[in-house]
């Protein structure tokens, strides 16, 4: 019964709804009176959806009150013709984006079908010709592709019904025409200019042309086709994206404000993936979100107009001109679509038009813009002529005035006429341009044939070749070049040499550059020598004068002493004691100048001393007498250079005008001679003071306080502490007031030399085996003279770990020097040491090592009439301690009390 109640009331409805064609005078609108229901599947057939009609119909103007829905809507129109001839109207929908249309009439049951067709028209509409009393039901099926809105209109018409009768065509295609102009000439000035934001203008005009396109209805009048106009929002969305990705190049706005530059990506991000959602078929209601996203696009015009503002940025005027316009023409056209405004063909045309002054103003903007930077192009052109100008002009100054040889070498292996006016002066008398640069630059010159031959290969391989050829061969180039002159040395010339690529990054030229340097290779050898020098006399100046001396005496007596070896029989009958003894003197002299930190000096000894050492390393090596005369010749002129550079720069020499020079033998023998002639002679007493003081002068130059010489000599030991890096040892000394001899105290100097690296090489352990032994970091070493009858002996000794009396009885055991009965006497098995190439270390250093040590103690203690003992300890595991007990006669020291004489001094 509910059914039917709502059947009746809609019949009733309907009834009052029914619209007389034949009181229709002019064009109506009937939406009010149209009825409609959503169908979200849209496979109702009429006769079903007529049937819901009564039941779920509403008032069209209810139902569709926007938004956005995917279904299908059925509207009823119910019409009748009252006159007593045919009367035609015409049905026009007012929605431009039907994606569907489809139209029905449905008679009453029993009547013929009235005659309902389609125009050809840019909106859907519809030709009905109703007979005399005829009434039907018009059904329209359709389905949006933007908002859900509709509005019918129906107008009396002419019963034929009439082709394409849209009189604003014309207008339409006008300015579609002029629009793909525009599109053309973007696309021609992209091509032509290269730059981007032509094709980004054309590319946004093109979406912004293909939405318009439809929104005009042009998709069924020209291709009598709805389904394309699906594509309006996706475009529409898409006009919005290449819009902004247009202004921000047109604005350069990500290089200026980068905040706002992320923002439009925002909104391009928005757009672009709307309109792709709905071109894949997802809901229409996607556009909500790109409507909101529309509000933010105003937004961020806003801001892009304070931020440009367009009296500031001339680019912005034609911009802002330009997209007020199109929103200006856009909202006449949605006004005109909502009847808000009346239909014209302006209003109706106004979206093309605000496209075509849209696609006008921004061009004329783009090609202001390419006058802008032509002119500025064309303002640079002239600037830029003028530097190049200039700096010609500078570069051809450079080239007459600048005093190196510039100059590049063509494929032709000939010298490029641009070259400088100081190439002409290296090579003068020939001609640069006709000669070849390979004879012209390596001609005269020091190279020989096989480095000449190779340079001239490096550059036929690098002209016209690739880079990789030059870089693998350059080192064949030289880099210095000798060339003779006439008068004088030779002239000496840097030279460099780089690559100059073409296009296609080949070899197309080789520059060089030649500096004379000869003036400078004089004055850094000057400079090395000068170097060499001062180096010298800082050596020379940490010793003193008189340690000096003594020290050169020293060494041109043994080297003296070796050149009479050297032209004796021994060396011809290849003696190994005379060989020995040159070794040893060599050795004494070597050990003396590294002490003193004199190290050219001790460099030159030590490869002297190396001769010698390979000799007896060798028996069957031949000994060549030459070679070891011209090795002393350099090693004494070693000495006498540093002799000169302390006479020269220090004033280290005796002044013979004012000086009267004696031998000291000379003079310890006169004062041997004095004290005796005047011991037991009783003389006056001015007499005898005057010999007293005269002894007490020849005493204070012959004999000196026996500390103040071992505290000289022992400065030594922090250099060989560092060679062995070990620490600087303590030096306890103990001399009771005993004064030397010249003679003894060079002895002392000869000796020490050996026993102090012997000492710190074998004796003294380093700072972690000491801690680990329960020692001091620091080694001890003790010195101390005292007198006995007539001689005067001197005790040494050290706190490191002895004699390895094992190791030592086993080299000797090897060597054949210790006999089986004297293998348990300990006295005789450390005596081995002063044997002559005994050596407990495997490893020869230019400390240490060959055995020489010892032999060369002995040889020169004994050679004064003194000896050499050890006195052991108690021996603790294999290690020995020990002490050197030297004996010296008393001859070679003080026999008087002097304190009387020095205070006459």
């Known amino acids: 019964m509910l059914i039917s109640c709502l059947l009746a009331r809609s ?4 009834e009052t709804s029914v619209l007389d064609v034949a009181a229709l005078q002019a064009r109506q609108d009937i939406t009010p009176l149209a009825w409609a229901l959503l169908e979200q599947e849209g496979q109702a057939t009429p006769e079903e959806i007529l049937k819901l009609f009564p039941v779920i119909g509403k008032k069209a103007k209810d139902l569709m009150e926007g938004g956005y829905h995917n279904g299908h809507y059925w509207v009823r129109v119910a019409l009748r013709n009252s006159a007593p001839e045919p009367r035609a109207v015409r049905i026009q929908v007012n929605n431009r984006v039907l994606k569907h249309f489809e139209y029905f009439a449905l008679p009453p049951a029993s009547d013929e079908a009235p005659a309902l067709s389609r125009l050809q028209a840019r909106l859907p509409v519809l030709h009905l010709v109703l007979a005399p009393g005829q009434e039907t039901v018009v059904l329209l099926k359709m389905q949006f592709s933007l908002q859900d809105d509709l509005s019918l209109q129906l107008e009396p018409t002419s019963l034929k019904m009439q082709e394409k009768t849209d009189r604003t065509i014309f207008a339409v295609l006008l300015l579609f025409g002029i629009i793909a102009g525009l599109l053309i000439f973007n696309i021609g000035l992209f091509v032509l200019t290269r730059d981007a934001v032509f094709c980004l203008h054309a590319l946004a005009a ?10 005009n209805g042009l998709s069924y009048y020209l291709l009598e086709s709805d389904q394309w106009n699906y594509l309006a929002p996706a475009f529409g969305n898409y006009s919005v994206a290449t819009a902004i990705i247009f202004a921000q190049a047109y604005l350069n706005i990500k290089a200026l404000y980068p905040l706002l530059h992320r923002l439009l990506n925002v909104v391009t991000v928005i757009g672009l993936a709307g309109g792709t959602f709905l071109l894949m078929g997802f809901s229409k209601q996607v556009l909500y979100l790109t409507d909101m996203n529309l509000i933010l696009v105003a937004v961020l015009g806003l801001s892009i107009m304070y931020l440009f503002p367009p009296h500031r940025h001339r680019v912005m005027r034609f911009y802002v001109l330009g997209w007020f316009g199109l929103a200006a023409a856009s909202l006449v056209w949605v006004l005109a679509e909502y009847d808000t405004i009346g239909r014209n ?15 006008i103003i921004i061009s004329l903007g783009l090609a202001d813009q390419i006058n802008h930077l032509k002119n500025r192009l064309k303002e640079n052109n002239q600037n830029l002529e003028a530097l190049v100008a200039e700096k010609t002009r500078d570069l051809t100054s450079i080239m007459e005035h600048i005093p190196l040889g510039i100059f590049m070498i063509k494929s032709d292996f000939r010298i490029h006429r641009y070259h400088s006016r100081y190439l002409r002066e290296i090579f003068r008398g020939q ?7 390979a004879d012209l630059i390596f001609g005269s010159s020091h190279l020989n044939s096989d480095e000449r031959s190779r340079a001239e290969s490096c550059l036929a391989a690098s002209l016209g070749e690739e880079r990789i050829n030059f870089d693998m061969n350059v080192e064949s ?7 003779p002159v006439v008068e004088g040395s030779p002239q000496i010339f840097d030279l460099t040499w780089n690559v100059i690529e073409n296009a296609e990054k080949e070899v197309d030229k080789i520059l060089v550059t030649m500096r004379d340097v000869t003036e400078i290779r004089k004055l850094q050898e000057l400079a090395r020598d000068q170097k060499e020098e001062l180096e010298f006399l800082g050596e020379i100046l940490a010793i003193p004068t008189t340690k000096f001396l003594r020290f050169i005496q020293s060494c041109r007596d043994l080297i003296q002493e070796n050149f009479k070896l050297t032209r004796s029989q021994g060396v011809q009958k290849r003696n190994l004691d005379v060989l020995k003894m040159l070794f040893i003197n060599m050795h004494t002299i070597k050990g003396a100048a590294r002490s003193l930190c004199l190290k050219k000096m001790a460099g030159i000894f030590h490869e002297v001393e190396q001769y010698y050492a390979h000799l007896q390393a060798n028996s069957n090596a031949p000994w060549n007498a030459d070679k070891m005369r011209q090795d002393l010749e350099e090693a004494l002129e070693m000495v006498a250079f540093y002799e000169r550079i302390a006479e020269e720069k220090l004033g280290r020499s005796i002044d013979h005008s004012h000086v009267v020079e004696f031998r000291i033998e000379q003079i310890e023998a006169a004062y041997q001679d004095l004290c005796r002639s005047t011991m037991k002679v009783a003389l006056p007493a001015e007499a005898m003071q005057g010999i007293e003081q005269v002894k007490a002068l020849f005493h204070y130059k012959i004999f000196r306080d026996a500390r103040e010489v071992l505290e000289e000599i022992s400065a030594c030991l922090p250099i060989l502490a560092k060679d062995l890096k ?4 303590q030096v306890q000394i ?3 007031g005993i004064r030397l001899g010249s003679q003894c105290e060079d002895l002392f100097r000869n000796v020490f030399v050996h026993l102090f690296r012997n000492t710190m090489d074998h004796g003294l352990e380093t700072a972690a085996e000491r801690q680990g032994a329960g020692k001091s970091r620091q080694g001890r070493i003790t010195i101390a003279l005292e007198r006995r009858e007539s001689t005067v002996v001197l005790v040494y000794a050290d706190d490191g770990r002895g004699l390895d009396l094992q190791r030592i009885r086993e080299i000797g055991r090897g060597r054949g020097l210790l006999r089986a009965p004297d293998e348990d006497n300990n006295a005789l098995i450390a005596d081995l040491i002063f044997h002559s190439g005994f050596s407990t270390t495997d490893q020869v250093t230019e400390i240490s090592g060959r055995g020489v040590g010892m032999d060369a103690v002995r040889r020169f203690i004994r050679s004064m009439g003194g000896d050499i003992s050890l006195r052991l300890e108690t021996p603790r595991d294999h290690f020995c301690a020990f002490s050197f007990l030297v004996t010296l006669p008393s001859e070679l020291f003080d026999q008087l009390h002097t304190e009387s004489l020095l205070q006459a001094v």
């Open 345 to 359: 063909v302006l209003t109706e045309n106004s979206l093309n038009i605000g496209l075509c002054f849209e696609m």
């Open 431 to 437: 001609d640069l341009e006709k000669s070849q640069a």
């Open 11 to 14: 019949a009733k409805a309907q």
């Open 477 to 483: 180039l030289p880099l210095e070049l000798r060339r």
């Open 734 to 736: 103990d001399t009771r």
């Open 726 to 729: 070990k620490e600087v040892p």
């Open 206 to 215: 093109c979406c912004l042309f293909a939405d318009i396109f439809l929104l």
